[in-house]
């Protein structure tokens, strides 16, 4: 049973578009992330979730909008996409929203999302 | 925010030592990690270590922290072909929202 489960794996689509990227966890954590890596493979932080509750929201542009229905969930919803936006998106989950557990991170493969 | 920093490649042969260094900025860093990058996937957590510890040993991996110069490093002993990915240090001191390096590619050689 894979533990996180991002759909799509590939994403292309023009610019202006509007687009959406699923994650779900099987493990019963209460927290959940989105991480962007871009072209270099920089990792950086957009949002987190905590039992549903947005507890981080990094400098991300007001395009990128995170939805959690319940905390097994949390779907990344892209407005008015841009070139820039390509990149890989990763969801991942943690046990805990702070201390130890809150490093350990378990990642989905990925979304490859490209913007021609 | 605060820097981690990592070299970018390395390159070793198999059966050899490989020593990936890392240093980061925040004096009030609690948790380190190291996470590995295979092509095509998602990262996984290799080991991590507390602030208020020296050194970490798991099987073949070894992870020091020199806490006064902020440098932590993995070693990992007898590196095979299947140790080819992107390492990754990452650390936090909140627990909130991991900070992470930007990657070093390690290529083990035949």
């Known amino acids: 049973d894979t533990a996180v489960s991002q759909t799509p794996k590939y994403l292309v689509t023009q610019m202006g578009n509007d687009k959406s990227i699923k994650c779900e966890q099987n493990?019963?954590?209460?927290?959940m992330y989105w991480y962007k890596q871009d072209s270099k493979k920089f990792l950086k932080i957009m949002f987190s979730y905590n039992n549903k509750e947005l507890i981080i929201n990094e400098t991300v542009p007001n395009r990128f909008s995170p939805k959690s229905p319940d905390k097994a969930h949390l779907n990344l919803h892209i407005n008015s996409l841009e070139l820039g936006d390509s990149a890989v998106y990763f969801c991942?989950?943690?046990?805990?929203?702070?201390?130890?557990?809150?490093?350990?991170?378990?990642f989905g493969e990925g979304s490859r999302l490209t913007v021609l | 925010g605060e820097d981690v920093e990592q070299s970018l490649f390395l390159s070793v042969r198999e059966g050899d030592s490989s020593v990936i260094n890392c240093t980061y900025t925040d004096s009030s860093s609690t948790y380190l990690y190291w996470y590995k990058q295979e092509p095509g996937a998602g990262l996984q957590l290799l080991t991590y270590i507390f602030s208020n510890m020296d050194m970490k040993q798991d099987q073949r991996l070894t992870v020091l922290l020199n806490k006064k110069d902020k440098h932590l490093s993995l070693r990992i002993a007898d590196t095979q072909t299947g140790d080819s990915a992107i390492y990754f240090c990452a650390e936090t001191n909140s627990g909130y929202a991991l900070n992470f390096g930007k990657g070093t590619s390690l290529l083990v050689t035949p």
């Open positions: 991942a989950s943690s046990p805990y929203g702070t201390g130890l557990g809150a490093g350990e991170l378990f």
């Open positions: 493990l019963g954590h209460d927290t």
